[in-house]
C-alpha cells in the first residue's frame, strides 16, 4: 500500500511499534529547537542527566519570548541560554533575532527531517516538508540525549486544497475557515497533510501560516509537500542543497479527507476569545479599533508585512487607532528595511517592534482596558494580551491594515471599493534574503563559535524538582474544580511579572491557576496532596511545561478530566501526576472540595497496565476513571515522572 509523506518521514525514522494509529511510536528526532521561556528547564533537566554533548544532528535554542528586559532575572536567564548552548553544543540566537519558528525556518527547517520543539508552534516548518512537532520540554531534553521521542501514531487526515483564492482572502483565512468548521479540537491525534492543486498555488510563507494555525487545531502537526516552490525557497535562504521530493504515493490512503474550495474563501476573523469564535468580516464590521498589531510567528515574515505596507503606501493610519509591526525575525525587519518598506510604514504611522513574541504573551503593547485589538497572531485567549477583558480578534494581516487605516473593522474589499483605489496586495516570494547559515550570522552563534565552556546560572536559576515514585495510595481534596478548555495560560500564565520566574519553580508555582482561583497555590500546599477537577480538553495551548511542574511542585497527585490536551497529558506523565479521564456524569457530581480516593493500590495498578480504577468521593460514592497510558508512561508514572525515569535508563546502562 501506497504512503502518505507522514508516513514515508515516520518510517524513515522509526525505532520502535508499528504505524498504526493510536498505537505508541518511537522515532528519532534530527532536530530541536527550544526557546526561552522553556529552554532553561530543558537545560537544567539535560544537566541532570549528566550528559556531556548534544547528540541531535542539530539543536538550537532561541531568546524570543521575553526579550524586553525587566530586570536582572531574564538577563541572567538568557546568559545561562547561551551558556549552555556553547558548553553542549548547540546553536544560539540571541534575543532580539526573532521567533523561534521563524528562525528556525529560515535556517535550519529541512524537508524529510524530523524536528522536536518546546514550543507548539513547531510545526510551523510543516511548510517546508519538515514533520515538526511540539513537545515538552523534557522531551526535548531526553531527545537531545539521543533517546527515541515517543508519541501516539497519529491518524493522517487529508486537507485537499481546491481552486485559487480570490481578491483580499489569503492563508490566514484558509486556517481561519478550518478552525471555523472543526473547532480547536478537531485536530487532535492528527497530522494534517495538504495537497490539491490549492496547497501548490501557495507560497512557502502561505503554507507555514497554515501549518502554525495547525496548533490551534490541536493537530499533532500539519505538513506540506515539497514541489519547485520549496526548493526556490530554500535556494532564496542559500539552502538549495537541503531540498528533496517529497509527495504522498499516489495510492495512500488517509483516515478521512476535508475538501475546502479555495475560491469560495471570503475574510475571516476570529472573534474573542477562542481561535475557533470565526465569522466572516462583514458579520463584525463597524466595531471601532484601537490596536492593529502585525506579526508573532504565524504573520511575522517579510512576505506577510509587505501586503500591509504596500497597503499603506501614500495613505496614514486612522488617529485613533494604533499599529504596531513586530517582525517575526531580523531578517524579515533587516528586507524591510533594506528594500525601503520600513520607511514607508513609519511615514504611515505605524511603530516598529524589535523581533519577538512580545505582545502575543502580553509582554508590551497590552491593550487598554475595555479596547478592541486586532492582531495577525494564532491565539486570543482571555487574558492573553496582558488584561483580563480583553477583546482580541484575529486575522489577516489585509484585514489588520484594512482596520488600522479605517479605524475600525471593515472588509477590505469594502474598504477597496469606498477608497476606489486601493488594491489586494496579493504575496510574493522575493527580496533579499540575508546570507543563510552557510556564511557568518552575527546574530546566531553555531557551536564552533560558541563563546561558553562552562553553565553560568545566575541567583534566580534554581533546581529542577524530582517526584517520589508512585506511591499505592493517592487520596485528598479536589481542590479546584474548572470547565472545559482550561488552557496552559490559565494553569501558568506567560505574562511578563510572572514568567521572569520560570527557571525558580518554587516562587512560580505561587502562581499556579491563579487565574482561576487566587488561592488555590496556598490551598494546595496546606492540603500538602489532592486533585484538580476539569472537563474537556484540559491543558490546551502551549508546551509549557510549568503547567505540569509547578502543580507537581504543590503537591498534586492527579489530574480528573473529561479529556485532555495531547502535549499537557504527555507533560503530566512527565512529572508524575496520574491523568485520569472521568465521564461527564462524574465531573457534575463531583464537586470543589470533595474529599476524594483513588481506591486500589495505584503505584501496582499503574504498573500492571490497569486501564480502570475506582476514585471513592467523600466515602460516600464511587465511580469508574480511566488511565489511558503506554506501557512507557506507566513505567514513566511510577518512577516519579520521566527525569527519575531516564536517570535510571541511563544508570543501567
Ligand atoms: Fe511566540 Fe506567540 Fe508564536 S508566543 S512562538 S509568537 S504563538
Excluded at 541560554?81 to 521563524?102: K, V
Excluded at 501548490?200 to 507555514?208: G, K, Q, S, Y
Excluded at 536559576?461 to 517520589?468: E, F, H, R
Amino acid at each position: 500500500m501506497g504512503q502518505t509523506i507522514t508516513e514515508k518521514i515516520l518510517d524513515d525514522h522509526l525505532v520502535e511499534g508499528e504505524l498504526t494509529p493510536g498505537e505508541e511510536i518511537g522515532i528519532e528526532i534530527d532536530q530541536v529547537l527550544t526557546q526561552d521561556t522553556t529552554g532553561t528547564m530543558v537545560w537544567l533537566q539535560f544537566e541532570a542527566l549528566d550528559l556531556d554533548e548534544v547528540q541531535t544532528e542539530l539543536a538550537a535554542q532561541y531568546c524570543d519570548h521575553q526579550t524586553y528586559q525587566f530586570d536582572f532575572k531574564n538577563t541572567d536567564d538568557h546568559r545561562f541560554l547561551r551558556s549552555a548552548a556553547g558548553t553542549f553544543g548547540a546553536y544560539f540566537s540571541r534575543p532580539g533575532n526573532g521567533i523561534c519558528h521563524q528562525v528556525h525556518k529560515e535556517n535550519f527547517a529541512a524537508p524529510g527531517k524530523t524536528l522536536l520543539g518546546s514550543d507548539s508552534h513547531t510545526p510551523t516548518p510543516g511548510g517546508l516538508g519538515q514533520l515538526a512537532i511540539g513537545a515538552g520540554g523534557l522531551d526535548i531534553a531526553v531527545a537531545m540525549g539521543g533517546g527515541p521521542y515517543y508519541v501516539e501514531m497519529p491518524e493522517v487526515v487529508n486537507v485537499q486544497l481546491e481552486g485559487e483564492l480570490p481578491e483580499w482572502a489569503t492563508a490566514k483565512d484558509v486556517a481561519l475557515e478550518l478552525l471555523r468548521r472543526l473547532t480547536v479540537k478537531g485536530g487532535v491525534g492528527k497530522v494534517l497533510e495538504y495537497t490539491g492543486s490549492g496547497a501548490e498555488a501557495l507560497t512557502i510563507p502561505e503554507r507555514t501560516t497554515i501549518t502554525n494555525l495547525g496548533t490551534e487545531l490541536g493537530a499533532t502537526s500539519s505538513i506540506f509537500a515539497t514541489d519547485e516552490k520549496t526548493k526556490e525557497w530554500l535556494s532564496l535562504q542559500g539552502r538549495e542543497d537541503e531540498h528533496v521530493d517529497l509527495e504522498p504515493d499516489e495510492d495512500a490512503e488517509y483516515a478521512d479527507t476535508i475538501e475546502v474550495d479555495l475560491s469560495e474563501l471570503e475574510p475571516l476573523i476570529a472573534k474573542p476569545s477562542m481561535p475557533d469564535n470565526v465569522v466572516p468580516v462583514r458579520e463584525v464590521a463597524g466595531e471601532s479599533v484601537d490596536q492593529v498589531i502585525i506579526g508573532s510567528c504565524t504573520n511575522g515574515a517579510y512576505e506577510d508585512i509587505l501586503p500591509a505596507a504596500k497597503m499603506l503606501e501614500g495613505r496614514e493610519v486612522g488617529r485613533k487607532t494604533e499599529m504596531i509591526v513586530a517582525p517575526g525575525s531580523k531578517q524579515a525587519s533587516e528586507m524591510l528595511a533594506r528594500e525601503g518598506w520600513t520607511a514607508e510604514l513609519m511615514a504611515a504611522g505605524v511603530n516598529f517592534s524589535e523581533a519577538t513574541c512580545g505582545a502575543c504573551i502580553g509582554i508590551g503593547h497590552v491593550p487598554a482596558s475595555d479596547s478592541v485589538s486586532l492582531r495577525t497572531f494564532n491565539r486570543n485567549f482571555e487574558g492573553r494580551s496582558g488584561i483580563e477583558d480583553d477583546s482580541v480578534f484575529l486575522c489577516s494581516p489585509e484585514v489588520a491594515t484594512a482596520a488600522a487605516i479605517a479605524g475600525e473593522i471593515v472588509d477590505p474589499r469594502d474598504l477597496a471599493d469606498e477608497l476606489g483605489d486601493l488594491e489586494d496586495p496579493g504575496l510574493e516570494m522575493g527580496g533579499n534574503y540575508g546570507p543563510g547559515m552557510g556564511e557568518s550570522d552575527p546574530d546566531i552563534i553555531s557551536p564552533d563559535e560558541a563563546v561558553d565552556d562552562d553553565l553560568i546560572k545566575g541567583p534566580n536559576i534554581g533546581d529542577v524538582p524530582l517526584k517520589d515514585e508512585l506511591s499505592s495510595d493517592i487520596k485528598g481534596p479536589a481542590l479546584l474544580k474548572m470547565e472545559d478548555n482550561i488552557t496552559t495560560d490559565h494553569i501558568i500564565p506567560a505574562t511578563a511579572d510572572i514568567l521572569k520566574f520560570r527557571s525558580n519553580i518554587e516562587k512560580l508555582s505561587e502562581f499556579t491557576l491563579s487565574r482561576v482561583d487566587e488561592t488555590f497555590a496556598q490551598r494546595a500546599l496546606d492540603a500538602d496532596g489532592g486533585f484538580l477537577v476539569a472537563g474537556e480538553n484540559y491543558g490546551q495551548g502551549s508546551s509549557r511545561e510549568h503547567a505540569a511542574l509547578c502543580p507537581m511542585f504543590l503537591g498534586i497527585e492527579g489530574v480528573l478530566a473529561q479529556s485532555f490536551a495531547r502535549i499537557h497529558k504527555a507533560n503530566l506523565f512527565n512529572f508524575g501526576l496520574v491523568p485520569l479521564t472521568i465521564d461527564e456524569e462524574t465531573y457534575e457530581r463531583i464537586e470543589q472540595g470533595d474529599d476524594v480516593q483513588i481506591v486500589d493500590d495505584v503505584g501496582e495498578g499503574v504498573r500492571e497496565g490497569r486501564e480502570e480504577f475506582t476514585i471513592r468521593v467523600n466515602d460516600d460514592w464511587e465511580a469508574t476513571a480511566q488511565l489511558d497510558a503506554s506501557e512507557r508512561e506507566r513505567d514513566i508514572l511510577a518512577a516519579g515522572g520521566k527525569l527519575s525515569w531516564t536517570k535510571a535508563q541511563h544508570d543501567s546502562g
